[in-house]
């Protein structure tokens, strides 16, 4: 599979292949859970990330055999943001609309605990999702598109930080470089939240044009 600078068309699948990769995850499975239990609302919801992604030119895929995004990872540069403010008021009405009062108020408090635990001080890339689609699981391509992407931003010399959101994933980003600089608990339900910083490494030789990326 080749690497590539996900483009507009590209949002839809991305977004499919998030909401199946998140729907159970520890912390964003609880949080995003419909008072219907209904699953309907993800793709949408994980959509607003996709499309607000894109734009900044940092959102790398490797497409599966039918069209699907395999393997996806969506970076956030320095000084810009997740959504607009447009599709964070699209996003949160949607959620308001899906979840129990309770639930809605529960989920706002966790993106304050994401956001207060944020890094400023230093630029650096934000790793905001990593997702590979269940048919696609178990072969590796999520770590070999994480490498592949930190040695674009080692190469321009751009530290990277990162939220674990499920403790089975903690070892694989530190065999990337990754440490530990902090934890939270889901409001939801406990779970645990992990902040990773990974400093820049010898820079290596950044990949060639035709491998679609910057």
């Known amino acids: 599979m080749d690497t590539r600078i996900a483009g507009p068309d590209d949002a839809d699948a991305i977004a499919a292949t998030l909401a199946l990769a998140f729907r159970d995850d ?3 499975g609880p949080a995003l ?4 239990g ?3 609302h993800l793709k949408t919801f994980w959509r607003f990330f996709a499309e607000g992604a894109i734009p900044h030119r940092t959102v790398f895929l490797r497409d599966g055999p039918d ?3 395999a393997t996806v990872a969506l970076w956030i540069p320095p000084g810009a943001d997740e959504l607009t403010k447009a599709q964070e008021r699209e996003a949160d009405a949607l959620i308001q609309r899906t979840l129990t009062p309770e639930r809605f108020d529960a989920y706002r408090r966790l993106w304050t605990l ?9 630029p650096h ?3 905001s999702l990593l997702a590979t689609h269940p048919d696609h699981r178990g072969r590796g391509i999520a770590q070999q598109l994480l490498t592949e992407t930190l040695a674009r931003f080692d190469a321009d010399g751009l530290p990277t930080y ?6 089975a994933n903690d070892h694989r980003y530190k065999r990337a470089g990754y440490r530990v600089v902090g934890r939270f608990r889901s409001v939801i339900d406990g779970a645990p939240v992990s902040t990773m910083w990974r400093d820049v490494t010898a820079p290596t030789k950044k990949p060639p044009a035709d491998r679609g990326f910057l």
Do not use: I, R
């Open 125 to 127: 890339m934000y790793l």
């Open 33 to 36: 859970e419909a008072a219907d």
């Open 162 to 167: 990162l939220e674990s959101t499920n403790p």
């Open 26 to 28: 520890p912390v964003w």
């Open 67 to 69: 069209g699907e995004a």
């Open 38 to 40: 209904g699953a309907g």
């Open 114 to 122: 994401f956001e207060q635990t944020h890094p400023h001080e230093t």
